[in-house]
């Protein structure tokens, strides 16, 4: 079993819509957890990091859940802009990624 | 924010050359670094943690003799791919973890190294 799973995708969904990505980790040891966003040819960047009690950035809410290890990225009100590859990633002795989620907004 | 770089941005070279990759922390010190490597469509696969003034500790898989890492100090880590081949085409990423404390399990990403060889 991969350390961290994430479903490739692609999601195309429409501007102005929810979108919600799901992670699962096999460790229960992760310490922990992060979102990063990478363009096409361009390095990860953070996203935000993700904590138990819920993490919101504007649009962008991230959820641990440490029961059912996974966590989530909810993205509302989608733009343009946000299309890129979100990768999930988890630190336990070090960072692992997933292998991203691939998110086109279409206009 | 932490600024990582990396130099060059991308290189061309032939079939048994060898390539020096830099990555350099600007602004803060860090001890480990990491140096990740990104086929097309795929994701960051760690290749090893570089430690300052330690040997790099590489991932199963790695070779180290053809991937060679110096962590010479605290700001500066190059990976050196030895004769190059075609199959080491890639973006080759590093990371640096800083010092201080606080951020102590957040990496600082650089801008990559598009490496193509022909």
């Known amino acids: 079993r991969k350390e961290v799973e994430q479903d490739p995708g692609p999601f195309n969904v429409p501007e102005g819509a929810t979108v919600a990505f799901n992670c699962t980790y096999s460790?229960?040891?992760?310490?922990?957890f992060f979102w990063y966003r990478q363009d096409c040819r361009k390095e990860p960047k953070l996203l935000m990091s993700?904590?138990?009690s819920g993490n919101e950035d504007g649009r962008f809410t991230a959820q641990l859940n440490r029961a059912s290890q996974y966590i989530s990225l909810l993205i509302r009100d989608s733009k343009l802009s946000d299309s890129a590859t979100y990768l999930c990633?988890?630190?336990?002795?070090?960072?692992?990624f997933g292998t991203g989620t691939r998110l086109t907004i279409i206009p | 924010g932490a600024v990582v770089s990396q130099h060059p941005s991308w290189v061309i070279c032939k079939s048994g050359t060898s390539v020096k990759i830099e990555c350099r922390s600007l602004?803060?010190?860090?001890?480990?670094m990491f140096w990740y490597r990104q086929f097309p469509k795929q994701s960051l696969m760690l290749m090893a943690t570089?430690?300052?003034?330690?040997?790099?500790?590489?991932e199963q898989g790695v070779e180290k003799d053809k991937f060679l890492i110096n962590h010479a100090s605290l700001t500066l880590s190059t990976l050196t791919v030895t004769s190059a081949h075609p199959e080491d085409s890639s973006f080759y990423i590093c990371?640096?973890?800083?010092?201080?404390?606080?951020?102590?399990?957040?990496?600082?990403f650089g801008p990559g190294t598009r490496l193509t060889v022909l």
């Open positions: 990371s640096a973890r800083s010092n201080n404390v606080a951020a102590y399990n957040e990496q600082f």
């Open positions: 460790n229960s040891a992760s310490q922990s």
């Open positions: 993700v904590y138990s």
């Open positions: 990633a988890v630190v336990n002795e070090k960072l692992t």
């Open positions: 602004d803060f010190q860090a001890t480990t």
């Open positions: 570089s430690n300052e003034g330690s040997k790099a500790t590489y």
